[in-house]
């Protein structure tokens, strides 16, 4: 594996450790809007209201799981910063794969999936001025420890953690420091390149290209086969009619799967 690049993003001294919190994420936006340095990180072992995409709740008991928030205050136009979701995932993806982990799929935009079960989830939100960023909140909720019947029960099918796959208990704040060392590699490649060459980095973890799909955006929902991954990290999908379709944000589930 190509050694990581550090850009010295995250610093020790930007580090806030809570045993309990609201959200990552929440934390992270307070202390942005106090002023706080890219590579702020917002770390608890306990969230009272985590929160996943679509106003979904995430499951966040005490003891078991990693909850971080990564401040970011990237020079880029709003509409980019969606491809920070992708970028994150593929930083988790790459922490994964280099402790062991088999078979790690991205599933486009936010999820990382082992077996088809989700592990891991990404939740990027921001504040803008009418043109640019202020900042940009990474939230990532990674499913270590513990195992099927930690989760509520109607997550039981669909969730599963990295020591379940691994057949072992993980130390969380080693797993950290790994995935804070991919973020850095990967957030500094995003900043020097753009999104465009790390598409193909992302694809080899991502099963969609070829694919029959179904798709559910705010306004619309169809079926269709999943063709490209564009330059910006859109998903291009052509329908049943042959209407190619670039979906900017939604759910892409390949038929077949829940
Ligand atoms: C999703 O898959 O819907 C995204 C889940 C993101 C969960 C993480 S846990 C850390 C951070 N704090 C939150 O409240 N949410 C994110």
């Known amino acids: 594996m190509a050694p990581l690049l550090t850009s010295g993003l995250f610093r020790s001294d930007r580090y806030h450790f809570f045993s309990v919190l609201d959200s990552t994420n929440q934390q992270a936006a307070r202390l942005a809007q106090e002023g706080a340095e890219p590579g702020t990180v917002v770390v608890a072992d306990h969230q009272t209201g985590g929160r996943g995409r679509l106003g979904r709740p995430w499951s966040s008991p005490k003891g078991l799981h990693l909850y971080c928030s990564v401040v970011l205050r990237p020079a880029?136009?709003?509409?980019?910063?969606?491809?920070?979701?992708?970028?994150?995932?593929?930083?988790?993806?790459?922490?994964?794969?280099?402790?062991?982990v088999e078979d790690v799929e991205i599933k486009w935009p936010n999820d990382l999936l082992l077996k088809g079960r989700k592990v891991a989830g990404i939740l990027t939100e921001m504040r803008t001025d009418p043109t640019r960023i202020q900042y940009v909140i990474v939230g990532i909720g990674l499913n270590v420890n513990g195992t099927e019947t930690?989760?509520?029960?109607?997550?039981?099918?669909?969730?599963?953690?990295l020591a379940d796959s691994l057949r072992t208990t993980l130390d969380r704040p080693w797993l950290l420091a790994k995935m804070l060392a991919q973020l850095d590699h990967w957030y500094g490649r995003f900043d020097r390149e753009g999104f465009g060459p790390l598409g193909q980095e992302w694809l080899a973890f991502s099963r969609l290209l070829g694919q029959p799909v179904r798709v559910n955006m705010a306004a619309d929902h169809f079926s269709g086969q999943a063709l490209a991954l564009d330059t910006e990290g859109c998903l291009l999908v052509r329908r049943a009619n042959g209407m190619l379709t670039r979906v900017v944000a939604g759910d892409v589930t390949r038929l077949g799967e829940g």
């Open 76 to 100: 880029i136009p709003p509409r980019d910063a969606a491809q920070l979701t992708l970028v994150s995932g593929l930083a988790v993806a790459h922490t994964l794969a280099g402790i062991g």
């Open 150 to 161: 930690d989760f509520p029960e109607e997550l039981r099918d669909k969730a599963t953690t």
